[in-house]
Every structure is written in structure tokens, then in C-alpha cells.
């Protein structure tokens, strides 16, 4: 039952529509479902709560088996909306490691990646303002 997206649609109560939402949204629309909370010195510096995870960016897991962790973002991949973090792995049966999924809501951004000029004109936009 794939429709088309709708942008019109504004919210609903019901977790299976608030599913499809996600399911069928574009990219630049998952993009922004991408973004993380900042931590509390970064909030004052950007005067902004949250902003879009970016691979390189030094976080801290809050929610999950590996909370309290402190890693870079390895990956991030927009159509599972997950991130994946270096010392947040998990051993496989035939012993080797994969990263563990985890949804950039349960992460606490610490240090932003600005190697990216357009980040960091974006950032810089934020300061100004």
C-alpha cells in the first residue's frame, strides 16, 4: 500500500500512519528526521537545540545498551535512519564485529565535524545570528 508522500500531511496519533510517514519520505525530508540533540556548551555557542548528524561528528550514547559510550559517527545511513558509531559493536557467532544501529534521537552530540565547507558556513551562520 506505497502512495505517494504526501507533504500535507501534518501529524496523527496513530503509530502505523506515523510509520508510513517515515517509510515514504523523501530524502531531504529523512534528512532532517536525522538530526541529534546538541550538548548544553554547543546550545549556547549555536543558540540551537539539535542539528543533523554528520559522519565524523564525536558523540555520547544516552539510551541503550551501550549509554555512556563516547565514539565518532562511522556511517549514516538515511534510508534505515540509523547511525553507526565507532565502540558501539557487537560480536557476531563467527566472532567477527559489526556496528550496532542506533537512531541519532538516542544520541547527545558533543563535537560537530567541520571539515565540510558547507557546514561550517552554515554553523557560522548560526553564530552570527
Known amino acids: ?17 506515523q510509520r508510513k510517514y517515515n517509510a515514504n519520505s523523501p530524502f531531504n525530508i529523512r534528512q532532517k528526521l536525522m538530526s ?36 565518532l559517527i562511522n556511517k549514516v545511513n538515511l534510508r534505515k535512519l540509523r547511525i553507526y558509531v565507532d565502540g558501539a559493536e557487537i560480536a557476531k557467532k563467527d566472532g567477527t564485529k559489526s556496528f550496532y544501529p542506533i537512531h541519532p534521537s538516542n544520541v547527545l552530540i558533543k563535537e560537530l565535524n567541520l571539515e565540510d565547507k558547507e557546514r561550517k558556513k552554515s554553523v557560522e551562520r548560526l553564530i552570527t545570528k
Open 1 to 17: 500500500m506505497r502512495k505517494a508522500f504526501s507533504k500535507k500531511w501534518i501529524s496523527s496519533k496513530q503509530p502505523r500512519k
Open 36 to 71: 541529534a540533540h546538541l550538548s548544553e556548551e554547543l546550545i549556547k555557542k549555536y543558540k540551537r537545540r539539535n542539528i543533523s548528524v554528520k559522519k565524523g561528528d564525536k558523540i555520547i550514547i544516552m539510551r541503550g545498551q551501550f549509554k555512556g559510550k563516547l565514539g
